[in-house]
């Protein structure tokens, strides 16, 4: 079967940096997304990997590595609107988006 | 630009009675449509999707249907409402454009069968 998984909560403390991590097994690979959402909002698109490696988007980053089956999304110099879910999700083979549950990330003053 | 529609926003209905919510996008053609039901505090669950204008493929058994009249239109029903029906309901779409296939969500319709 195809499988996500990531942390269901996380704390950190504003202006400090978080890692989310997200491990996934899917029936082919083509390409890892990360969404925000904030309570009772749609989710919003955050970045894309499909090569290995880093992407730098100010300051979220997100880093894929296909071998390992893993990705995260490292969030730096907090702030208190990062209070969200991070979701993962991976597309398979057929195209379709597979889902992870999602994290809900605090942060603390 | 794009743009995606979903109402109602809030939607009170006990339990037995129809759901009808619908879901248009303007601004591209022949999308990939879906509708995701979201429990309080989980992850999205895919309920249908669709390729063209009636088709459908349905991810979970349930009493709920899909149906897609034009191209930019998708609509969610049931004939009888369950409490378990109740969550947040997503419809979001995306162009597979050479393997990438971003998903854009409307704003949602939070659904309590009571």
């Known amino acids: 079967g195809q499988n996500i998984d990531q942390p269901t909560e996380m704390t950190a403390t504003e202006g400090a940096i978080v890692q989310i991590n997200c491990t996934y097994q899917?029936?082919?690979?083509?390409?890892l997304f990360w969404y925000q959402q904030h309570a009772g909002e749609a989710p919003t698109f955050l970045s894309y990997?499909?090569l290995d490696g880093l992407e730098e988007k100010g300051r979220f980053s997100s880093f894929l590595s296909r071998s390992k089956g893993y990705s995260y999304l490292l969030l730096k110099e907090l702030q208190m609107k990062d209070s969200a879910s991070y979701l993962c999700?991976?597309?398979?083979?057929?195209?379709?988006?597979?889902w992870g549950a999602g994290t809900k990330l605090i942060i603390k003053p | 630009s794009q743009t995606i529609h979903q109402w109602p926003a809030t939607l009170v209905q006990p339990v037995g009675s129809p759901l009808s919510l619908e879901c248009t996008v303007e601004?591209?053609?022949?999308?990939?449509l879906y509708w995701y039901r979201q429990a309080a505090g989980r992850g999205l669950q895919l309920l249908f999707y669709?390729?063209?204008?009636?088709?459908i493929s349905s991810e979970v058994p349930q009493n709920l249907s899909a149906s897609r009249p034009q191209d930019r239109q998708f609509i969610l029903s049931s004939k009888k409402l369950l409490l378990s029906d109740s969550g947040f309901y997503l419809c979001?779409?995306?162009?597979?454009?050479?393997?990438?296939?971003?998903?854009?969500f409307g704003p949602g319709t939070r659904l309590t069968v009571l």
């Open positions: 979001a779409w995306s162009v597979l454009a050479g393997g990438y296939n971003e998903q854009f």
């Open positions: 601004g591209t053609s022949n999308p990939n």
């Open positions: 669709s390729v063209g204008i009636g088709q």
């Open positions: 899917t029936s082919g690979f083509n390409g």
């Open positions: 990997n499909v």
């Open positions: 999700a991976v597309t398979d083979s057929n195209y379709q988006l597979i």
